[in-house]
């Protein structure tokens, strides 16, 4: 239940909106001067603060300034309004006048509580998304590699400057972006993302720097483009190194400039951003080709940050699996699960490809296929299960199995001269799964004949003819009976 305060030295005026808010059903505290509110507020948690600017003891504006994450609502007579002004300056939510309409107070106390709300909210998303992109969070490793890597990006934060991030697919390279602006001075300010390869050329001007209404065809109203919403905060182009060359030129002038125009536009708008890019191409070969401009390059790579591929990191291999496992166990609503050794050994020899991504599919894949609290080598992908360095690891199915034990079998003997070799080996395959099932039944008949889909009683036969008692246990030879004489008494 929120709770506010009714801070005001006229009892009629705190009588008054004391019922009122309660009949919101908000829990009220009261305060006759200026000293007794500012005590309350020390003391309690409020959602909503109503305060008369002229007070005994300690004036509301006094109190406003030591007022930080609560909303106010300041309570003012007409002949007031100057201070009123001011009270708003210093960070009042809002204010009203007496005498008041009851029904506009509770809109306005209703507003007030809920911005502050949506305040709680973004300030608690801010600081797990500045979790996520911190160590331990989604950037996971403890390899010398990553350790490098997370002292670049402590020192790259700290400044305004351009970074260019170079890796391979799949090797985290918008996380270490992320990082970067959320731990910077613009992590309140908004991250945006372009990726230059998935969106068509012709529509790529448009999206970074906007447009204006009838630019052309099928510009119908004006666009804001990417730089414009990144104000304030960072900008990453993704896939630099696809960007056309003439894009290029333009981005390399909102670089120098600080300035662009929208397409179809005159007027230029300034741009208060700080540009991260990243790319998993070459670029000093694509400028040789003619692909990439020079000029661009030498200002993007201000910073660079190379971000190592999975396979130079094997020692993060098993922290990266066991921090997937433990994300997908909740986004995938399942039990919780881990991996064998036999399973985490094949995933540390395989060399990746695909990198991070590609692992982090990998488990993802695990978990759904995984019938157990335990992801086995064989829930591995073939790419993975079946790659030749592991294949010595590799369980085999049951066919091979049993074709290896069939051939080891008739080996000892020439099969051309066997009888009844069917039901011979049906035996050698019947008495192990009986014992097995038993076993894992602990002798419930019942139990095991529903696991092996057949009656009970022609389990009952099955065991008869195996020679194993209900707990899966072979019978003890019998006894030769005794020989009686004819003719004895």
């Known amino acids: 239940m929120e709770k506010i305060l009714i801070a005001d030295d006229e009892e009629s005026i705190r009588f008054v909106l004391r019922k009122a808010m309660e009949?919101?059903?908000?829990?009220?505290?009261?305060?006759?001067?200026?000293?007794?509110?500012?005590?309350?507020?020390?003391?309690?948690?409020?959602?909503?603060?109503?305060?008369?600017?002229?007070?005994?003891?300690?004036s509301g504006l006094d109190i406003l300034t030591k007022v930080t994450d609560t909303p106010v609502i300041i309570m003012t007579a007409q002949d007031t309004m100057k201070n009123a002004v001011e009270a708003m300056k210093r960070g009042a939510y809002d204010y009203i006048t007496k005498p008041f309409d009851i029904e506009e107070v509770n809109i306005?106390?209703?507003?007030?509580?809920n911005a502050w709300k949506l305040s709680k909210e973004v300030a608690e998303l801010k600081r797990e998304i500045k979790g996520k992109y911190a160590v331990g969070g989604e950037i996971v490793g403890k390899s010398e590699a990553m350790k490098q890597l997370y002292k670049l990006i402590g020192k790259v934060s700290?400044?305004?400057?351009?970074?260019?991030?170079?890796?391979?697919?799949?090797?985290?390279?918008?996380?270490?972006?992320?990082?970067?602006?959320?731990?910077?001075?613009?992590?309140?300010?908004?991250?945006?993302?372009?990726?230059?390869?998935?969106?068509?050329?012709d529509l790529l001007e448009s999206e970074v720097f906007g447009h204006e209404k009838g630019a052309f065809t099928g510009a119908h109203e004006r666009k804001i483009g990417k730089f414009e919403v990144a104000d304030g905060g960072t900008l990453f182009l993704d896939e630099i190194g696809d960007m056309p060359v003439d894009l290029q030129a333009k981005i390399l002038r909102v670089i120098q400039e600080k300035e662009f125009e929208r397409v179809g536009g005159n007027k230029p708008i300034r741009a208060?951003?700080?540009?991260?890019?990243?790319?998993?191409?070459?670029?000093?070969?694509?400028?040789?080709?003619?692909r990439f401009r020079e000029d661009l390059y030498y200002r993007l790579n201000v910073v660079p940050v190379i971000v190592p591929p999975l396979r130079e990191r094997k020692g993060d291999i098993s922290l990266l699996a066991e921090h997937f496992l433990r994300r997908f166990r909740d986004e995938l609503d399942v039990e919780e699960k881990g991996m064998t050794p036999e399973a985490m050994r094949i995933l540390n020899?395989?060399?990746?490809?695909?990198?991070?991504?590609?692992l982090e599919n990998t488990v993802k894949r695990a978990m759904v296929m995984s019938s157990g609290s335990k992801i086995l080598p064989e829930d591995l992908p073939t790419a993975i299960f079946g790659e030749p360095h592991v294949k010595a690891a590799r369980f085999k199915s049951l066919d091979e199995l049993w074709e290896e034990k069939l051939k080891t079998f008739v080996d000892k003997g020439d099969c051309l001269k066997m009888k009844d070799l069917y039901d011979l080996v049906i035996k050698q395959v019947e008495r192990p799964l009986l014992r097995f099932i038993l076993e894992k039944t602990k002798g419930n008949q019942v139990k095991a004949s529903e696991i092996l889909g057949i009656n009970r009683n022609t389990l009952r036969k099955k065991l008869a003819e195996l020679e194993i008692d209900a707990n899966g246990n072979p019978l003890p030879p019998k006894k030769p009976g005794r020989k009686i004489q004819r003719g004895a008494r």
């Open 272 to 290: 208060d951003i700080r540009i991260v890019t990243a790319t998993n191409r070459n670029l000093e070969t694509a400028i040789r080709e003619g």
């Open 108 to 113: 306005l106390a209703a507003r007030a509580i």
């Open 349 to 358: 020899s395989y060399e990746w490809p695909g990198n991070v991504r590609e």
């Open 23 to 58: 009949k919101k059903g908000y829990s009220v505290d009261l305060a006759e001067d200026g000293i007794q509110a500012l005590e309350k507020i020390k003391g309690e948690r409020y959602s909503l603060i109503f305060m008369d600017i002229m007070m005994p003891g300690e």
């Open 158 to 201: 700290a400044s305004d400057l351009t970074v260019l991030i170079q890796g391979e697919s799949g090797t985290g390279k918008e996380l270490i972006a992320r990082a970067i602006h959320y731990h910077s001075n613009r992590g309140n300010g908004p991250f945006i993302a372009v990726n230059s390869s998935a969106i068509p050329k």
